[in-house]
T-cell receptor, first 114, second 114 residues
C-alpha cells in the first residue's frame, strides 16, 4: 500500500446529486493533489494543496469544490456533475510541492455520472 | 510550457527479453523526470526519478532509465521482462520553475507474454 487511502472506491451518481470524495494520507506529507484520469486522455491535474492552502486550481469547473481541513485529509465535493465528468479520480500526496518530490497515489475513486 | 510524449500506445515483448518504453520531454528549465506504473484498478506507483547526477537511474522492480539531455529523452528499460511487468506506464516531467505541477504522458501499455 502507498499510504494514501481513497473512499469510496466506486461511486455512481445522478446529475442532480451532491457527493464527496475523501482522501487520507498517513505519510506526514505536506502537499496533496487531485487528478482526473479519463479513458484515452492523459492525467489532468485539478488541484494542489500545500500546507492546507490551495496553490493550484487548474481551470477546473466550479461543480468540483476541494477542501483540505488539515494536512492529512483532502476532499472533493461534487455537485450537478455532467456525464463527461465520469472518470477515475486520483488523490496523491508528496513530502512538499517542490519539483523534485515523487507522488504517492491512492487507488482512486471510479466515478460514473448518469 | 512543459510537455511529455510517449510515442507508443502499446509495447509487446516476450518474457525474458529486454524491454524499452520511450519518453521524450520538453521543459523551459531543468527537467525533473519520473516514471510511474499503474496496475489494473490501482493508482499510480512511483518507479524512479531523475533529478541530477548520473544519467542512468535505477529504480524499483529492476527497472532503470537513461536521461539523455541532447535527445530530451528518458526511456524506461529493463534487461529481462517478466509477465508481472504487464501494466500501464507513465512518464512525467516537472521543471524547476513550475513547482507542484507534473505533466504526464498519455501512458504506454506494456504486455509481456510468456
Amino acid at each position: 500500500e502507498t499510504g494514501v487511502t481513497q473512499t469510496p472506491r466506486h461511486l455512481v451518481m445522478g446529475m442532480t446529486n451532491k457527493k464527496s470524495l475523501k482522501c487520507e494520507q498517513h505519510l506526514g506529507h505536506n502537499a496533496m493533489y487531485w487528478y482526473k484520469q479519463s479513458a484515452k486522455k492523459p492525467l489532468e491535474l485539478m488541484f494542489v494543496y500545500s500546507l492546507e492552502e490551495r496553490v493550484e486550481n487548474n481551470s477546473v469547473p466550479s461543480r468540483f469544490s476541494p477542501e483540505c481541513p488539515n494536512s492529512s485529509h483532502l476532499f472533493l465535493h461534487l455537485h450537478t456533475l455532467q456525464p463527461e465528468d465520469s472518470a477515475l479520480y486520483l488523490c496523491a500526496s508528496s513530502q512538499d510541492s517542490s519539483s523534485n518530490e515523487k507522488l504517492f497515489f491512492g487507488s482512486g475513486t471510479q466515478l460514473s455520472v448518469l | 510550457a512543459q510537455s511529455v510524449a510517449q510515442p507508443e500506445d502499446q509495447v509487446n515483448v516476450a518474457e525474458g527479453n529486454p524491454l524499452t518504453v520511450k519518453c521524450t520531454y520538453s521543459v523551459s528549465g531543468n527537467p525533473y523526470l519520473f516514471w510511474y506504473v499503474q496496475y489494473p484498478n490501482r493508482g499510480l506507483q512511483f518507479l524512479l526519478k531523475y533529478i541530477t547526477g548520473d544519467n542512468l537511474v535505477k529504480g524499483s522492480y529492476g527497472f532503470e532509465a537513461e536521461f539523455n539531455k541532447s535527445q530530451t529523452s528518458f526511456h524506461l528499460k529493463k534487461p529481462s521482462a517478466l509477465v508481472s511487468d504487464s501494466a500501464l506506464y507513465f512518464c512525467a516531467v516537472r521543471d524547476n520553475t513550475n513547482a507542484g505541477k507534473s505533466t504526464f504522458g498519455d501512458g504506454t501499455t506494456l504486455t509481456v507474454k510468456p
